[in-house]
Each structure stands twice: as C-alpha cells, then as structure tokens.
T-cell receptor
C-alpha cells in the first residue's frame, strides 16, 4: 500500500521568511496530493491540493509542486505569518478500489514574530 | 463548521472496556472515513465506508470495528481497550467513493484509556 514520508517534522522560521515542507510517496498509482493544515486543538482542513497532471499550483502565499518521476511533492509558504503556525500534513491517494488517502506524519511549523 | 458531527468529544475509560464513537457526515456525503491521530503517528487511516458498505481498510486492529447505517451515520467500536488506544479519533466525509476533493473532518473524539 501507499506510504508517505514527510520532512522535516518540525520547522521554525521568522515572520516573513519562506517555509518548505517535503513529502515522498511510494505508490506510483497515486494521483491526488492534498495538503491539510491543523491548528492546535482543531480539525485538519484542506489548504491546497494538486493532481498528477499538474506540476505546480499556487494560491496566494502557498504553492505546491509535484515531481511524479521522483515521487515527491512539496509545500511552499512565502512571507510566513504567525497565523501560519500549525501542523501541516501531506497526503497521497491512489484513488483506486480498496485504497485510501494516506497522510504523512506531519510537520509542526512555528512562525515567530 | 465542517458539517461533520462527532460524539462524544471527550471520553475517559479504563483498560479492558468498550466504547462507541459516533459520526454524522455532511448532508449529502456518502463516504465516511475514520482516522486515528496519536502524538507521533500523524493521521492513521482506519476504515472507509461508502453508502453502507466497507470500501477500504487500513491498519485497523481486530479489536476495532465499524459500520455505516442506512441514515449514513457511522459508528466506530473499540473493545478490550489498551492504554495505547488513547488517541484522537477523527471522522471525515466526502461526497463520492473517489476522492477528487476535500475530506471534511469532524472535530474529533478524544479517547483516554486509564
């Protein structure tokens, strides 16, 4: 089955800096790659996703890149703000019968002002 | 508010006991997913149901079982509880069996086994 590795597990940046979180996946059949943000004590919420036919997607200060050949994808947050502090999860989904959305173990991002 | 309702929010019980966690999906969503969140393990997929039928199974322990009822709500049953079962259990829902968009998570049920 699918396995997702996520790095780093913790990331501390200064306000205004950029943050990059990287993930690798094992199942070449995976074709959907969402990123979820979980604030302290809250539920995970989707912030951006990318499908396998696209190499990059941007939404304001966040962007995701996908390299299907290398089986890795990354989240880029520019001009970080204190409210970006949260746990970020990447995930991969083969979207086939019997499979599921598999999450990485998460990255705790701390943005200090 | 995601529209996914989970009860109870908090539950404290003893080892060896059995508990039932309940989830009501968003109106119109036919798929329900259960995830376990422990401190070091992120979000571990347990099981998925679609319109009453089991569709995918993760590393769910034999002591755990789930079902989805005709009104689409789902229950996760945890039995012979161990200390290591203490975790936050999330339910999520989506419209279809194929995940082409967001999974909507509930607020979670925090289980503490003493």
């Amino acid at each position: 089955g699918e396995n997702v590795e996520q790095h780093p597990s913790t990331l501390s940046v200064q306000e205004g800096d950029s943050a990059v979180i990287k993930c690798t996946y094992s199942d070449s059949a995976s074709n959907y790659f969402p990123w979820y943000k979980q604030e302290l004590g809250k539920r995970p919420q989707l912030i951006i996703d990318i499908r396998s036919n696209v190499g990059e997607k941007k939404d304001q200060r966040i962007a995701v890149t996908l390299n299907k050949t290398a089986k890795h994808f990354s989240l880029h947050i520019t001009e970080t703000q204190p409210e970006d502090s949260a746990v970020y999860f990447c995930a991969a989904d083969p979207n086939q019968a019997g499979t599921a959305l598999i999450f990485g173990k998460g990255t705790t991002l701390s943005v200090s002002s | 508010d995601s529209g996914v309702t989970q009860t109870p929010k908090h539950l404290i019980t003893a080892t060896g006991q059995r508990v039932t966690l309940r989830c009501s999906p968003r109106s119109g969503d036919l798929s329900v997913y259960w995830y376990q969140q422990s401190l070091d393990q992120g979000l571990q997929f347990l099981i998925q149901y679609y319109n009453g039928e089991e569709r995918a199974k993760g590393n769910i322990l034999e002591r755990f079982s789930a079902q989805q009822f005709p009104d689409l709500h789902s229950e996760l049953n945890l039995s012979s509880l161990e200390l290591g079962d203490s975790a936050l259990y999330f339910c999520a829902s989506s419209v279809a069996v194929i995940r082409t968009g967001e999974l909507f998570f509930g607020e979670g049920s925090r289980l503490t086994v003493l």
